[in-house]
């Protein structure tokens, strides 16, 4: 990665807040055998494991009782498959754009293997051999970011820890570098709303609580 990444423009509102601007509810897959044992996971198109399915079926609880105007997920199958088990199968669209980071000569390796290789190696300013820049998952990033202000009501999308960190760090105008600092666990859900006219982080990484009528959004 260059010392100086090329700057990121901010991403255009749709509109100041009102009640027609949408908000967009992030969940990341369930634990599948890859994400348990660290292992990085990207194109390689794991399954859920038996408590990962568990986690996607307690989504539809969590899930339920709010309308979404449009739904998308990952074309990898541990996040259609968490779709399909949180009760959204049916109505979801396949978003090629929220496929997980191409790791390239590091997937399927932790953190400690690829530290064996290149010390000291951090994600976020080293990259991937081999596989996507960040500028190139934080344009995928930014176009999902675009689609949600445009769908004219809320949006749920389901996909994958890294890929939906940077598109959090998008959708408040951060740098993607800083999606380094928004943890998100497996069957996690985080909802990126407004303050009014301003893009913000309503909630994050919460693997417990369920949705409110009014989430997401300040008048």
Known sequence: MPDDP??????????????????LVVVRHGSTSWSDSGRHT????????????????????????????RVLTSPLVRARETCSLAGFGAEAEV????????YGAYEGLTTTEIRERQPGWVLWR????????????????DEVVAVARS???????FAHGHLLRVLCARWVDLAPEEAA???????AIGVLGWERDTAAVVSWNDTDGGLSPR?????
């Open 6 to 23: 090329l700057p990121y423009p901010e991403v255009e509102d749709p509109a100041p807040f009102s009640s027609e601007t949408g908000i």
């Open 42 to 69: 990207g194109c390689t198109d794991v399954p859920l494991e038996k408590e990962g399915r568990l986690e996607a079926q307690r989504l539809r609880d969590r899930l339920a009782g709010h309308r979404f105007a």
């Open 95 to 102: 978003c090629e754009d929220l496929a997980e980071w191409d």
């Open 126 to 141: 080293d990259g991937v051999p081999g596989g996507e820049t960040l500028e190139d998952v934080a344009r995928r990033a």
């Open 151 to 157: 769908t004219g009501g809320d949006v749920l999308a």
């Open 181 to 187: 600092r928004f943890l998100l666990s497996p069957a």
């Open 215 to 219: 989430a997401g959004r300040t008048g």
